[in-house]
């Protein structure tokens, strides 16, 4: 009898888990800060400081606006941009759309705290990490 409460137990912890997990889609939506950003493309060494620099700079300026009605603003750079973001069906992929430029990048890791995107340009990859901030 104890071995049949106990898995009973189990069972309703595993459900009662399951459906209060969120899908991609509830998490993306808010405020987000770029944090890290790595890159598989071979940096010459006399352009590492400037490279460096940039990515500094970029984490330090960084804010991207995801709403819930499937738009974004997103301000890198002290240049902003709008558009629309769709997370796939099996909660793999990010889509973004500026003016008509579609970029699909690979969520390898999703919270509601942390995004890690990948995306892929020939057979360079870049690594884009980033914390929610509100």
Same mark, same amino acid.
Request: proline letters at 2%; aromatic letters at 6%; charged letters at 30%.
């Given at each position: 009898?104890?071995?049949?409460?106990?898995?009973?137990?189990?069972?309703?912890?595993?459900?009662?888990?399951?459906?209060?997990?969120?899908?991609?889609? #509830?998490?993306?939506?808010?405020?987000?800060?770029?944090?890290?950003?790595?890159? +598989?493309?071979?940096?010459?060494?006399? %352009?590492?400081?400037?490279?460096?620099? %940039?990515?500094?700079?970029?984490?330090?300026?960084?804010?991207?606006?995801? @709403?819930?009605?499937?738009?974004?603003?997103?301000?890198?750079?002290?240049?902003?941009?709008?558009?629309?973001?769709?997370?796939?069906?099996?909660?793999?992929?990010?889509? +973004? #759309?500026?003016?008509?430029?579609?970029?699909? @990048? @690979?969520?390898?890791?999703?919270?509601?705290?942390?995004?890690?995107?990948?995306?892929?340009?020939?057979? #360079?990859?870049? +690594?884009?990490?980033? %914390?929610?901030?509100?």
């Amino acid at each position: 009898m104890k071995n049949l409460i106990g898995l009973l137990f189990m069972f309703l912890l595993i459900v009662s888990l399951a459906s209060c997990s969120q899908s991609a889609s #509830d998490m993306v939506p808010g405020e987000w800060q770029i944090t890290d950003l790595k890159t +598989t493309s071979d940096i010459p060494e006399d %352009q590492m400081e400037a490279y460096n620099a %940039q990515i500094e700079e970029m984490k330090n300026s960084s804010k991207i606006v995801f @709403k819930a009605d499937g738009t974004f603003e997103q301000t890198i750079l002290d240049e902003t941009s709008n558009g629309k973001w769709e997370v796939s069906e099996d909660g793999k992929t990010l889509s +973004t #759309d500026i003016d008509g430029v579609k970029e699909v @990048k @690979k969520i390898e890791e999703l919270s509601p705290e942390k995004m890690v995107l990948v995306v892929a340009f020939d057979s #360079d990859t870049t +690594t884009t990490t980033l %914390q929610k901030v509100k």
